[in-house]
Structures are given as C-alpha cells and as structure tokens.
C-alpha cells in the first residue's frame, strides 16, 4: 500500500486535556480530488477538529490520502466482516474497506489510509459524502494512536443533581440515545455528545469521554413530541451527519424551550467538552407504561460496550487490545444498568434524571 504523503490539504488537530494531542493530515495524490477548502473548514468544525497548518505531513500521528480511485483488492485478502454498508478484507498489507459510496485501504500495522470516492455525487453533494468517509476512516485509524471512538451519548449532570454526575448511554442507533440526550438537556443537563464519542488514554485514574459531532440531532417526530420551537433550528448551518440518518433530523440550537413556556423557564442548552461517566445505561425501547433502571454486572455490560467500538478484526492486534483495555476501565468507574424505557419516557425523556436519583437513592 501506498503510505508516503503528496500534496498536503488539510490538517487537523485533536487535543487532550493535557495539551497533547492527535494531528490529523489529509493529502491527495490526484489534482482536484475532495473537498474544497471551505469544505474541509466545514469538516473539521462539524467533528470538532481544530484546523492546524498542513505543511508538516510527515510529522503526521494519522495520515489520509485522497485518490481518484484504489488498486485492486488482491485476490488472497480474506473477508473478515460484511453487513448493510459494505464488507471489509484483509491480507498482510493490511484491510480493503467497500462500502456504498467509497472506498479505502488501511495500512497494517501504521495509521495511514487511502481513501476514494466509488461513485460520483452531484456537486453541492461532494463535502457531505466525503464528510461521511473521513468520519469513518477517521474512526478505524484513531484507535492506532491510543483515542478510541465509541458510538454512544454522555452527558454531565447539573450540579444541584443528586444522581450521577456524568452519565454514558450506549446501544445501537435507534435505542434512543438522542431523544434522551435531549430530554436530559432540557432538565439542565450538559451535553458531551449524542451519537460519537473518543475515549482517550486516560490522563488520570478516570476515564473521560468527548465528542466527535459537534451538533446534537433530533427527530423530528421527537421534535413535534417535544413541543420544540421551529427557531430551535433556524439559522443554523446546513448538518453534515444528521441529514444521513435513517430517520430526518433536526440539529438542536443554543436553546431548547419547548414553545408553551416561558422564555426564562428554561436556560440555555449547557454542553460540556468531556465528562468522566458514572453510570452507564444501556437503553432499550420497551412498551411498558413506566421506565426501569435495573443494575447489571460489568461481565454483562462489557460485550454491548465493545459492540459499539471499532470492531477488533478491523484492528491490529496491539489496539485491538487497548481498545478491550480501555472499555474495561470505564466500565470498572461507572455503575452499570439496563435501562428498559416505557411510555413515559416516550413522552417525557428528561424523566429518566428522577430515574437516576431514585436508583442512587437505593443503592
């Protein structure tokens, strides 16, 4: 596989608390290949990147090249995972990854990838589709450097809160991760994230978690269910992510009053950088009249945590172990519990803050 840089585009930076960080260099072997440079702008902020100079690629801890097209797959790689997006292979040299819309190759051992476009979207279409793929070749190379993305939502708890004082909901999408989140926010709460997590080394004895998305995303039948303004959304800048969800999305503002409420009734959204969790709740949507939080064991949690990391058979075998590390510690700081969400957190999802601290309350 190709690894030495071309032309350098863009670069990025990801930093940890203790001034440390992840830089991130895009190049492209091919003229005009990729976003523009208000496209990459756009890229970095959605994902919370801070845009560095791109001129010192080869100090690069994450190295991706944009492609017009890849070599071929070799006919020895092996298919090690296959679902809805695509499949993934694998020989020596490292993995094949085919999806949909792309195309890439990740190099064995190093945090290097090659990435290609496998069909041609429409111009004002380009940056969302490239946007997706960076994201998720992103996402496979950042666990080579220690950072482990995981899909699920964290937030802190208001100070006043007697519950835990950061909270980690993790499950598939569709669990209601988002909706919660939001529900939760509304009660005071300080959103990390509600889809995309990093999980870096740790820089204390505590694990903490930060976002990769920078915007919070709605449904809108949880919207209308909600009773959130029109304005909540009004002025914001076009979502890279939300628009490709299942489901249509509304990304959240800085306010999120429902419209029958006073204007001071409720403050402004509070999001916070990071949040060290306390309990984990893995959520699953019941038809029960009333929610129940009920306590499990690490050993159960465990394998619905890694299920929402990076897969391990697209790892080297040295981060597929720190990532199984990781997820162990943060599971040894958080209480963990099944969360079995009823109707009534269907209709009031800031519900689950009294949930909490009635489970506190017993513990």
């Known amino acids: ?11 990025f930076r990801m930093a940890k608390s203790a001034g440390e ?36 690629a080869l100090n690069a801890d994450i190295y991706i090249e944009l492609a017009r097209a890849l070599p071929p ?22 993995w094949w990854i085919e999806r949909t819309a792309y195309a890439a190759t990740l190099a064995s051992t190093t945090p290097h990838a090659t990435l290609a476009m496998t069909t041609a979207p429409a111009a004002d279409e380009a940056t969302y589709h490239w946007a997706h793929a960076f994201r998720d070749v992103l996402t496979l190379l950042l666990p080579r450097t220690g950072w482990m993305p995981l899909h699920a939502a964290a ?20 669990c209601g ?26 820089a204390t004895t505590s694990v903490h978690v930060r976002s990769l998305a920078q915007t919070i995303h709605v449904c809108t039948d949880v919207w209308d269910r909600l009773d959130l303004p029109a304005s909540t959304s009004a002025n914001l800048p076009r979502s890279l992510f ?36 306390a309990a984990l709740l893995l959520p699953t949507i019941t038809d029960r009249k009333r929610s129940e939080l009920v306590p499990c064991s690490a050993t159960q949690a465990l394998p619905e945590l890694m299920a929402q990391g990076v897969p391990p058979a697209l790892l080297p075998p040295d981060a597929a172990r720190a990532q199984w590390d990781r997820m162990g510690h943060l599971l040894r700081q958080c209480t963990a519990y099944r969360l079995h969400a009823g109707r009534d957190l269907y209709h009031d999802p800031g519900h689950l803050t009294a949930l909490l601290q009635t489970q506190t309350a017993l513990a």
């Open 177 to 202: 991760k988002s909706t919660l989140t939001t529900g939760l926010m509304m009660r005071g709460w300080a959103g990390v994230s509600d889809d995309m997590l990093i999980v870096p080394p740790p």
């Open 1 to 11: 596989m190709k690894t030495d840089p071309n032309t350098p585009i863009a670069a």
């Open 155 to 174: 937030l802190r708890a208001p100070p006043a809160s007697t519950g835990p004082n950061a909270l980690l909901l993790v499950g598939p999408s569709g």
């Open 242 to 277: 939300g628009r490709f969800t299942e489901r249509e999305k509304r990304p959240l503002g800085s306010h999120i009053r429902p419209r029958h409420q006073r204007p001071d009734a409720v403050p402004t959204m509070r999001r916070a950088a990071q949040a060290a969790p």
């Open 21 to 56: 960080g992840v830089t991130v260099h895009v190049t492209c072997s091919d003229a005009d290949v990729g976003p523009s440079t208000s496209g990459w702008h756009a890229i970095g902020q959605a994902l919370e990147l801070e845009p560095v100079p791109a001129a010192h």
């Open 73 to 94: 797959r070799p006919e020895a790689a092996t298919r090690v995972s296959r679902d809805e997006r695509g499949a993934v292979w694998r020989d020596p040299s490292g």
